[in-house]
């Protein structure tokens, strides 16, 4: 599943290519995929004017002139590929990305008044297209719960300290982790931002301090946004907003670094199993909490 710097670097690419655009026709398969009452899609979508392209969390936002949105989630196979004066491809990199359209993983194919088209590929069927009125999104069960973005100006200290308090009795890695505590933090830069902090990804929130906690806000944050600027992870399933992969794995610090010297002391990478996930640690600059030695 993408993390929150691979969705924003697909929200920057559609946002310079299709806002301004309107949409003519809308061809598309199963139900599953694209979950809409063709009723609305006729007189919502059909003929509206895409106004602006955002992101929350992990889910991408085409808002339309009719007051409708178009909502997105890539899922794990998921990719969008747009196909115009220029070829713009983002998502799952297989040979879609570059292959003629529409293919036997095309679910949505959307196309605008000057002939260009957006497909929504997705081969495991995991991903959708949902089509809502603006005021309805944040009604969405997914918008309902999701917290804070972590990019936003108003993430503070004091938003997270409350937000993670909440957690209290978890481990700090299974926290973080949670999309209701912090948006769209997946594993990658969990395991970047406790190492940034010198946190073992296993301590309990209880134990970790307010001054460690504030810490690790800023790394998490500085960590997204230098993903973001780099293009994203390397992380298989997820490209650039040109179809590249991007770069910021080459400036991991810790993350799949198991069995490689620690950039900071020197001591052995090492990888185990915390809040169910693989998870990378330096021994000697994260100690592990009392139980765990």
Same mark, same amino acid.
């Given at each position: 599943m993408p993390e929150l710097p691979e969705v924003e670097t697909v929200k920057r690419g559609l946002e310079r290519l299709i806002v301004g655009k309107t949409i003519v026709v809308i061809d598309h398969g199963s139900d599953k995929s694209f979950p809409n009452d063709h009723t609305q899609v006729d007189a919502f979508m059909i003929n509206a004017t895409i106004t602006k392209v955002t992101r929350r969390a992990k889910v991408l936002l085409i808002e339309l002139s009719t007051e409708y949105t178009i909502m997105i989630h890539l899922k794990m196979t998921g990719q969008l590929v747009f196909v115009g004066s220029e070829r713009f491809g983002a998502g799952h990199p297989n040979d879609s990305l570059v292959d003629n359209l529409p293919d036997k993983s095309t679910r949505v194919t959307i196309v605008f008044n000057d002939d260009s088209k957006l497909f929504? @590929?997705?081969? $495991? $069927? &995991?991903?959708? +297209?949902? %089509?809502? *009125? @603006? =005021? #309805? +999104?944040? /009604? /969405?069960? &997914? #918008?309902?719960?999701?917290?804070? !973005?972590?990019? =936003? *100006? !108003? &993430?503070?200290? /004091? +938003? &997270? %300290?409350s937000r993670i308090a909440r957690r209290k009795g978890t481990t700090i890695k299974a926290a973080i982790l949670d999309q209701t505590v912090l948006a769209g933090i997946g594993n990658i830069y969990a395991d970047e931002g406790l190492w940034m902090s010198k946190i073992h990804p296993a301590t309990r929130v209880k134990d970790v301090s307010n001054k460690k906690l504030k810490e690790l806000r800023q790394n998490l944050v500085d960590v997204l946004q230098l993903s973001i600027d780099k293009g994203g992870s390397t992380n298989k399933n997820y490209v650039d907003a040109e179809g590249n992969k991007g770069s910021y794995m080459e400036f991991a610090k810790v993350f799949r670094r198991e069995g490689k010297p620690c950039n900071r002391c020197g001591a052995t990478i090492e990888k185990s199993r915390v809040a169910g996930r693989g998870t990378h640690t330096c021994p000697d600059c994260q100690s592990p909490p009392k139980k765990l030695l």
């Amino acid at each position: 599943m993408p993390e929150l710097p691979e969705v924003e670097t697909v929200k920057r690419g559609l946002e310079r290519l299709i806002v301004g655009k309107t949409i003519v026709v809308i061809d598309h398969g199963s139900d599953k995929s694209f979950p809409n009452d063709h009723t609305q899609v006729d007189a919502f979508m059909i003929n509206a004017t895409i106004t602006k392209v955002t992101r929350r969390a992990k889910v991408l936002l085409i808002e339309l002139s009719t007051e409708y949105t178009i909502m997105i989630h890539l899922k794990m196979t998921g990719q969008l590929v747009f196909v115009g004066s220029e070829r713009f491809g983002a998502g799952h990199p297989n040979d879609s990305l570059v292959d003629n359209l529409p293919d036997k993983s095309t679910r949505v194919t959307i196309v605008f008044n000057d002939d260009s088209k957006l497909f929504f @590929n997705d081969q $495991r $069927r &995991f991903g959708w +297209v949902k %089509l809502l *009125p @603006n =005021h #309805m +999104v944040k /009604e /969405e069960p &997914f #918008m309902q719960k999701v917290g804070p !973005e972590p990019l =936003h *100006p !108003e &993430f503070s200290d /004091e +938003v &997270f %300290l409350s937000r993670i308090a909440r957690r209290k009795g978890t481990t700090i890695k299974a926290a973080i982790l949670d999309q209701t505590v912090l948006a769209g933090i997946g594993n990658i830069y969990a395991d970047e931002g406790l190492w940034m902090s010198k946190i073992h990804p296993a301590t309990r929130v209880k134990d970790v301090s307010n001054k460690k906690l504030k810490e690790l806000r800023q790394n998490l944050v500085d960590v997204l946004q230098l993903s973001i600027d780099k293009g994203g992870s390397t992380n298989k399933n997820y490209v650039d907003a040109e179809g590249n992969k991007g770069s910021y794995m080459e400036f991991a610090k810790v993350f799949r670094r198991e069995g490689k010297p620690c950039n900071r002391c020197g001591a052995t990478i090492e990888k185990s199993r915390v809040a169910g996930r693989g998870t990378h640690t330096c021994p000697d600059c994260q100690s592990p909490p009392k139980k765990l030695l």
